[in-house]
DNA sequence: ACCCGCGCTGAACAAGTGTTCAATACTCTG
DNA sequence: CAGAGTATTGAACACTTGTTCAGCGCGGGT
């Protein structure tokens, strides 16, 4: 058999149906839609998947497979997911909106290695403490899941091609800065809300 | 006509809309299941809405209404979005991924307003200077709307019950601190950034 | 009293859905 | 070359989808 060499219909079919259900969503794609752009019959994958379901399932395993393949414990393990290719990021944000199994345990594993590599940094000096290190990396997490998951309306307002690397660049050191230098320059909206919060 | 007092079946249709569409999607979700919902047949949805896209824009209009009414220019516009109640929230997040026109023109407004209000900021001193207005604002728009679209993973890992206020103020603070203090105590990945990105 | 208009419904329609199945084309093993 | 096994298909099935339509009950205006 030659399922490793990967350009066979499976494949075909499993990119296709990435493609389609990062941009209509899953219950808005119809297994006809991804045979017919993998040029194949309907009957054909279900044939190799099993069901819609068992398509989706596919579409995760590859995903995950991808992103886990590269990246070691400790380092940034966000960059693999930010540079992976856009139909991928597409999937990705649908995925973590659909609350795909698969996501959440991606999104749980990106947490706890953020948590590690800061609590590394945190021990080497270069990233501040935290007064709830879980809640930090949790939300560093989701703010660097932002603009994959809202990269159209970022791409819209910030240059002519959306996902065009140029611009997610602008928003990236834009972030960075903000994550360095700090946002605002003094603690009163801080303050400010620790008074509210005690309750 | 009674159409001002807004118990109607007119009204307790677009909240189920509101729901489902938030829950499962839009494509995801039946006309059928949600006269079910609202207790009325499914003839009455559209003839009180046209279409079930009709019945979308209803629920776009109506979230980005009650958004609008409170809040004047200057202020944080976020406040109100991330108050809303979780079902608004839901929707919004769908409809900020499917791409709805009045998600992006809400998407687009949050922006500005943000942007104006990061200004003034500036101006009076309690916001520190960035190399890049817009991109700044964006990046921060996308920041505050990251727990909104990723709330339930969030909430998993945050604490048990998720979009619970308890959880959510505690990734506000964790995200407040970063705001304020930085994240980063030098600017070794600002500069390593600055560096890759000369091209 | 009439009946117009409105909210509302049940039944139906055509189209599209996921999935099944028998049958064909293909490819490698013996 | 024969044959087993896989890849692939067209047609069909049962079902759900969004939408249409004729008709029901009922309140208020003339």
Redesign the pocket.
């Known amino acids: ?1 030659r ?1 490793a060499s990967d350009l ?3 494949a075909r079919i499993r990119d296709a149906a990435l493609i389609r259900f990062g941009t209509d969503g899953i219950a808005g ?5 991804v045979a017919a752009d993998a ?6 994958v ?3 998947f ?4 068992g398509l989706r399932q596919a579409c995760d395993d590859h995903v995950l497979e991808g992103i886990r393949s590269g990246g070691e414990a400790g380092t940034d393990a966000l960059g693999e997911v930010l540079q992976a290719a856009t139909p991928v990021r597409r999937y990705l944000a649908r995925a973590l909106l659909d609350g795909t199994a698969a996501a959440s345990t991606l999104f749980d594993e990106i947490v706890d290695r953020t948590q590690q590599w800061l609590a590394t940094g945190e021990e080497e000096g270069w990233v501040r403490p935290a007064s709830d290190a879980r809640a930090r990396a949790v939300t560093y997490v989701s703010w660097l899941l932002a603009p994959l998951v809202l990269g159209d309306h970022v791409g819209r307002l910030l240059g002519g091609d959306p996902a065009e690397t140029a611009t997610a660049v602008r928003g990236a050191r834009a972030g960075l800065e903000m994550l360095t230098s700090g946002l605002f320059a003094d603690d009163r909206w801080l303050t400010a809300f620790n008074e509210v919060g005690e309750r």
């Open positions: 058999m399922s066979t219909a499976r794609t119809s297994v006809r839609a040029g194949v019959s309907p009957a054909l279900v044939h190799h099993g069901s819609k379901e």
